[in-house]
């Protein structure tokens, strides 16, 4: 009789313990400010994605944030610009392509835009580059003209002859390209075969989606999340929310801040909180050749060596680039980003103001903004405005603040009209005097920074805080871009056990 009950004791034990961490292990399913279990469709249904796990976009590298002196890494200012006023700023963490977009990531552009709009010459010319960009007068660069954009052995060197806007009506696209892969493949949305035999290929947006406009036959796949709100039919199916934390964020190009900090790469040089030693360039030291044994004296970057020397003497050629070269050649830095110094300059977001570093915010510095709400087609059914891509609409903002519903209403009815707001802040404590520009000025509100130096450049523009300026609807042969990413949360925070 004692050991029975020894053993009804045990069992009691071991139930309670099992019930203990039972209970423990599935916490994350119950409000901790409530006590109300989330997706619960018996208590209204609240989905609440508590496994998600923070990762970077196809072809991005995260870069771990922090502090440092922008414009620090240049000592001489041998142009006399007087644009690079040193300042301490902090950028916080993001996602940087590992490489400049290449010919072989435009064609696939092109290629979609001739697939998904047949008839629409104007969305294909607009999104061809200017090969035209290599012709001078007196130089022979006339097959770069025919052969740089579309020849097989071209494919993997940086894309030139884009405009800063179709930069950025690429990062658009791949946005939209890269979520609706997503979706695709886990078949949230009908796969591609499908779609293309029912012709729903086209016009996928990311906002769009997120706003329930982008679904029905044809379109939805087998595996959309239940929809598990109380009113919902048995079995109903619902499309991905930004709260399942599937999609991806928007790629776009990165900020002035972002990309010299990527491009400096000090987490190389840091001990113990402590930068140890400051760089000119990407790499270490004061030279641009390599200084580690088995790979001493080879340059660490395509530029202009000196006048009429691109490349070197042949059979020991220097950089070994007379144009561009690959985007995977010479050594990444210390966050693994290759040519983030020469073979081309890059586009980044910002508007070009000389004094940019004196107005800046010290935390995520830019300058650039222009706020934008969007378009309802329907604003009481809250849908939203596509254009002829299927892309949504957006207008000037017109307050900066949320207002209250009493003050919506009242500038609906145009009983109480809204205060005049300036959505466009580009030229913020420092504005654009029209007058001035082309006679003693050539900035404006659409000059935009392009930094990193090219092929043809000297060293000088190597270094990282360098800045030089275009109008955003320019390009040159020595121009291309990365994009770039937002990182939501931190996985370099505490707890998330991140370590590169």
């Not at 894309?159 to 990062?171: R, S």
């Not at 934008?372 to 059914?381: A, I, L, P, R």
């Not at 913020?428 to 990193?452: A, Q």
Request: glycine fraction near 8%; hydrophobic fraction near 30%.
């Amino acid at each position: 009789m004692m050991k029975l009950r020894v053993f009804t004791s045990a069992i009691l034990i071991i139930t309670i313990i099992t019930s203990f961490s039972s209970c423990k292990s599935k916490s994350g399913d119950y409000s901790s400010k409530t006590g109300v279990r989330y997706n619960d469709p018996d208590n209204g249904g609240l989905q609440i994605n508590r496994k998600i796990k923070e990762t970077p976009g196809p072809g991005l590298i995260p870069i771990e944030g922090g502090t440092f002196v922008m414009g620090g890494s240049l000592s001489d200012d041998i142009a006399y610009n007087y644009d690079v006023v040193k300042r301490r700023v902090t950028v916080a963490s993001f996602y940087i392509d590992e490489t400049e977009v290449a010919n072989v990531d435009w064609l696939e552009y092109l290629h979609w835009i001739t697939t998904n709009f047949p008839d629409d010459q104007k969305m294909y010319y607009d999104a061809l580059p200017d090969t035209l960009v290599w012709r001078h007068p007196l130089s022979y660069n006339e097959p770069y003209v025919n052969f740089y954009l579309r020849h097989p052995s071209f494919q993997d060197y940086p894309v030139v002859g884009v405009t800063w806007e179709q930069a950025v009506a690429y990062c658009q696209w791949r946005t939209d390209r890269v979520n609706e892969n997503i979706l695709r493949q886990k078949g949230i949305l009908a796969d591609y075969k499908t779609a293309a035999q029912q012709q729903k290929a086209t016009g996928f947006n990311t906002e769009i989606y997120l706003n329930g406009q982008y679904q029905g036959e044809g379109i939805d796949g087998k595996n959309m999340p239940k929809d598990t709100r109380p009113n919902a039919q048995q079995g109903a199916r619902r499309p991905v929310r930004m709260e399942d934390g599937i999609l991806k964020q928007a790629y776009r190009l990165p900020t002035e801040a972002e990309w010299e900090y990527a491009a400096l790469g000090l987490i190389g040089n840091t001990i113990k909180g402590n930068v140890e030693t400051n760089k000119v360039y990407p790499w270490n030291g004061l030279g641009v050749r390599d200084y580690k044994r088995g790979t001493q004296g080879q340059m660490m970057a395509n530029f202009k060596i000196s006048r009429g020397n691109n490349m070197g003497v042949a059979g020991d050629l220097n950089d070994g680039g007379d144009i561009t070269v690959p985007v995977r050649s010479y050594q990444p830095n210390d966050y693994g980003l290759y040519n983030m110094a020469g073979n081309v300059n890059e586009w980044v977001s910002d508007v070009y103001r000389q004094l940019s570093y004196e107005d800046f915010e010290d935390f995520n510095p830019y300058r650039g903004h222009e706020f934008k709400d969007y378009k309802y087609e329907d604003e009481e059914k809250r849908i939203l405005a596509k254009d002829e891509y299927g892309r949504p609409i957006k207008v000037p903002a017109k307050a900066p603040r949320k207002q209250t519903w009493e003050e919506l209403q009242a500038a609906k009815a145009g009983e109480n009209p809204l205060k005049p707001y300036n959505n466009d802040v580009r030229g913020f404590k420092d504005e654009e005097n029209k007058e001035l520009y082309g006679k003693t000025t050539l900035v404006n509100n659409k000059s935009r920074v392009y930094k990193g130096g090219s092929w043809n450049d000297r060293a000088f523009w190597l270094n990282p805080a360098t800045r030089r300026h275009m109008q955003q609807d320019e390009s040159n042969a020595m121009t291309g871009f990365r994009c770039a990413m937002t990182m939501v949360g931190n996985i370099f925070g505490p707890g998330n056990g991140y370590r590169r």
